[in-house]
Structure formats: structure tokens, C-alpha cells
């Protein structure tokens, strides 16, 4: 038996929550909670957040950077996080009226709210300007066009724009480079054609510059490009705020490590410094991932297990791409473990399959697990805290699952599993 493959030492624990922690048999508990007694009352497909965590990295921002943080709605959002950010006074990125309208639910003040999108429309622009949303992030020509119309009184707005970085990442998730849907391409002089413009405008108040390399990037020297690039392009222009995205990558496998949201910090501060970009500027940080990935896992049930002798041996669990659709969008890899016996042996390949009509639907396509794993067993996968719920969908009509937060004084749902009638709740 491979003696690296078990016993604590041999758990991932940099991919679980901080308040993970595990019983003398090697069954998984978050701040002191089984994940048996878990699936048992909540059933599973389940998320589970550590509360805590998502505040202590926001935390760890505010504390170790020298400018503001938005958190990134996009990567999972739900009243009870909008509720986190406006009681840890974080800004808000927001991309849609929808994600505008579940922060203002949970208290997020208007003001600290930055509007994004490369296709707004006129009715969610209506409604940000109603709401008095604190930045409207203007996107293309169209957009400022539809603007116009709608703006009273001069209205605070950004420019999105697209420096030419390719950043190190999957290319669905590049956004920096010259070849993108996003913003005013700078190599064009479409961006300084776009700042004149609304500078120039009576209707607009110009107080911001944005740009967002990508995600999951675990290069640093990306982030400090882009603040030099940004500090040559914006030299003589007058902002309040130069806005630099998020993107910070996260470990999502054993042998992967990210670098911490204060190290990500301390550079964009110094490159800021140095070239001389945050000088009578506030930067500006959209975190999204990097906040809530780690804090979340997902509890699943094995239901079937299939051998193909020679072959593969498929485990299918009872949620997979409507749950997590990362794997199949961007070939993205997860670790699964057996969430009551960690400390056993995960030796043994199996495809961790999920129960949607589709080949493809896989949650981790070679999972090392103990090699008597059975039906009925619980597996955990984790880092599942950004893009998974909020991608989340009801393809073949399977049910969302229930999100909880667990801190040091228990559980609590924060967003029920979605019900059979839900499924009919729009048609008609
Ligand atoms: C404009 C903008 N800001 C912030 C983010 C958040 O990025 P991440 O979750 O990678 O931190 C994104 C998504 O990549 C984005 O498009
Ligand atoms: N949804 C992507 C990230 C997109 C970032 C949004 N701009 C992911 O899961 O990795």
C-alpha cells in the first residue's frame, strides 16, 4: 500500500475550509459538525460555506491593502453573502440587475455597488440609475448612447477597458486581451476615444477606469503588468478610482498551491506605488474566487458504482453538472474524497460521474479514492465555493441543492433545496 495515500498527513487540508477538522475515525466536520449529521438533515446534493472563513478573507484584504475591495458577485452570491458584504463593508460588483437587485435584499448600500456588463439594458441601467447604484461601469459606445438618455443629473461612471494582457489561464476566462467582448480596446484608441468622451459629457461624471485581466490566475506578475500598463496608459488622466478587477487563482488540486489574497495585495500596492498609478488614485480590487472557493465543499451520495473491467470504474453521486458545471465548461479539475473515512487509503482510480444524461457529465474524471468505496457513501468534494452555485442549473429538471453556513454555533440554511413544484413555479 502506497503509505503517502493515508492517514492525516496524506489529507489535502489546504483545499477545505479553515474550520474543517476531522473525528478519530477520519470522518470530515466543519467547526465540530459531521458531514453525516449534515447530509442527514439536509439531504445531498449539499454546499457547504464556512461562514468564517468568508469573512476572514475579506478581512485579509481590508487589511493588507491600501485601496478598496468589491467583492465579485459572479462567483456565488445569495442574500445572505450580500449580507456579509455590507456587514464587513466590502463594495459590490455587480453584472447584471439581477445581482444589483439580491445585494440591495441583503443591505448592501447603493453607493458601494460598481455596475458591469458588456450588454446592459436600458432597463437594467433604468434600474441601477433609480437605485443610485455608486458606479455605472461603461462598457462600449452603444452603452453611452443608452446613458445619455437616462441621465438627470451627472451620473458617476467608469470605463471598462481592454489593456492587450494575455493573461496565464483558460482562454474562456481571459479577458485582458485585445481579442475580447469586454470593454474599449486600448491598442485601438478606442478606450481614450470613449474616456474623452465621457469626460467631455455635462451628463457624466468620469471618475473611474477599469480593466480585468482574467481569472484563476496564479501569476503575480500578470497583476503587476497590468497595474503598469494601466499607470502608462492613464498618466495625465484625472480619476478617483482606477479599478483592477479580480482574478486571483485558487489550488483546486493536492499538488496545487495559489498565492494569498495579502500576497496578491501586497504587489498590485507596490507595483501601485512604484509606477506611480495609485498617486492621488484609490485602486480598486474585485475579488471573487479567491474570497469563496475554499470556503465552500459539496456533499454528495454515491448511488451506483459501474466496473468496466480493463477499462474505467465509474462512481455516480446524485448531483454533477447542474451542480458544478466547471468540469465540463472548462475541463477543470477537482479532488474527491471519502468524506467519513479520510484518513483511509484514496488509492484506487475511479470516474466520479454525475447522474445528468450526458457522457461528459463528470465531477472528477480520475479521482483517487479508498478502493471499497460503496454505495451510500458520502463524498466531498471541495473548493467548490465560487462558480459551482452560481452556475448551478436544472438541466434534466434536477433540483438545486441546499446552501448552508456553518460557523462556531451551528448551521443555518441559507438557501433551500430548491422543491418539485419550484420546477413549474414559471410555466404556464
Ligand atoms: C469585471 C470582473 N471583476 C471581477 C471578477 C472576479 O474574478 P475572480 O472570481 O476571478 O476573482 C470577474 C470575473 O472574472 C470580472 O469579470
Ligand atoms: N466562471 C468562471 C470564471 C468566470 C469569471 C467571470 N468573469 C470559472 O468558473 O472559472
Known amino acids: 500500500m502506497d503509505s503517502s495515500s493515508h492517514g492525516p498527513r496524506a489529507v489535502p487540508w489546504h483545499l477545505f475550509p479553515d474550520g474543517a477538522g476531522v473525528d478519530s475515525r477520519g470522518e470530515l466536520l466543519i467547526h465540530g459538525l459531521s458531514v453525516t449529521e449534515l447530509a442527514q438533515e439536509m439531504a445531498t446534493p449539499l454546499f457547504v460555506y464556512d461562514e468564517q472563513q468568508i469573512r476572514s478573507r475579506f478581512q485579509e484584504a481590508k487589511k493588507n491593502f491600501s485601496g478598496k475591495i468589491a467583492y465579485a458577485a459572479k462567483a456565488f452570491f445569495c442574500k445572505a453573502m450580500a449580507e456579509i458584504v455590507a456587514d464587513e463593508e466590502i463594495h459590490l460588483d455587480a453584472a447584471s440587475m439581477g445581482e444589483i437587485y439580491v445585494a440591495l435584499s441583503g443591505g448592501v448600500d447603493p453607493s458601494k455597488i460598481v455596475f458591469h456588463g458588456n450588454n446592459k439594458s436600458l432597463t437594467e441601467l433604468r434600474?441601477?440609475?433609480?437605485?443610485?447604484?455608486?458606479?455605472?461601469?461603461?462598457?462600449?459606445?452603444?452603452?453611452?448612447?443608452?446613458?445619455?438618455?437616462?441621465?438627470?443629473?451627472?451620473?458617476?461612471?467608469?470605463?471598462?477597458?481592454?489593456?492587450?494582457?494575455?493573461?496565464?489561464?483558460?482562454?474562456?476566462?481571459?479577458?485582458?486581451?485585445?481579442?475580447?467582448?469586454?470593454?474599449f480596446n486600448v491598442q485601438n484608441g478606442d478606450a481614450a476615444t470613449a474616456i474623452s468622451m465621457l469626460s467631455r459629457s455635462p451628463k457624466f461624471d468620469m471618475i473611474a477606469v477599469h480593466a480585468h485581466i482574467g481569472s484563476q490566475i496564479f501569476s503575480l506578475s500578470s497583476f503587476r503588468q497590468e497595474v503598469e500598463v494601466l499607470s502608462t496608459f492613464l498618466a495625465g488622466v484625472e480619476v478617483e478610482d482606477v479599478i483592477l478587477g479580480g482574478g486571483l487563482g485558487v489550488a483546486y488540486l493536492r499538488d496545487e498551491r495559489a498565492p494569498s489574497i495579502k500576497e496578491w495585495v501586497q504587489v498590485i500596492d507596490d507595483a501601485g506605488r512604484r509606477s506611480g498609478l495609485s498617486k492621488g488614485r484609490s485602486l480598486v480590487i474585485e475579488p471573487g474566487r479567491s474570497i469563496v472557493a475554499t470556503a465552500?465543499?459539496?456533499?454528495?451520495?454515491?448511488?451506483?458504482?459501474?466496473?468496466?473491467?480493463?477499462?474505467?470504474?465509474y462512481i455516480s453521486v446524485d448531483g454533477g453538472m447542474s451542480d458544478n458545471p466547471r468540469p465540463v465548461l472548462y475541463g477543470s479539475?477537482?479532488?474527491?474524497?471519502?468524506?467519513?473515512?479520510?484518513?483511509d487509503s484514496h488509492d484506487t482510480r475511479f470516474s466520479v460521474a454525475g447522474k445528468h444524461c450526458e457522457s461528459g457529465d463528470v465531477v472528477v474524471r480520475d479521482a483517487k479514492l479508498p478502493s471499497d468505496i460503496s454505495v451510500g457513501e458520502l463524498i466531498v468534494t471541495p473548493v467548490t465555493g465560487a462558480y459551482g452555485f452560481s452556475m448551478s442549473s436544472n438541466y434534466n429538471k434536477v433540483t438545486r441543492p441546499a446552501v448552508i453556513f456553518v460557523d462556531q454555533s451551528g448551521y443555518r440554511v441559507v438557501v433551500r433545496r430548491e422543491t418539485l413544484e419550484d420546477l413549474v413555479r414559471n410555466d404556464i
Open 127 to 183: 434600474f441601477a440609475v433609480e437605485q443610485k447604484v455608486g458606479l455605472i461601469v461603461v462598457d462600449s459606445f452603444d452603452e453611452i448612447e443608452r446613458l445619455e438618455k437616462l441621465a438627470t443629473f451627472p451620473l458617476r461612471v467608469g470605463v471598462r477597458i481592454t489593456p492587450g494582457i494575455e493573461a496565464h489561464t483558460h482562454e474562456f476566462i481571459r479577458t485582458g486581451q485585445d481579442d475580447s467582448k469586454f470593454g
Open 296 to 313: 465552500g465543499l459539496t456533499l454528495y451520495e454515491v448511488g451506483t458504482i459501474k466496473r468496466i473491467p480493463g477499462v474505467r470504474d
Open 333 to 343: 479539475g477537482y479532488e474527491a474524497l471519502a468524506a467519513k473515512r479520510l484518513f
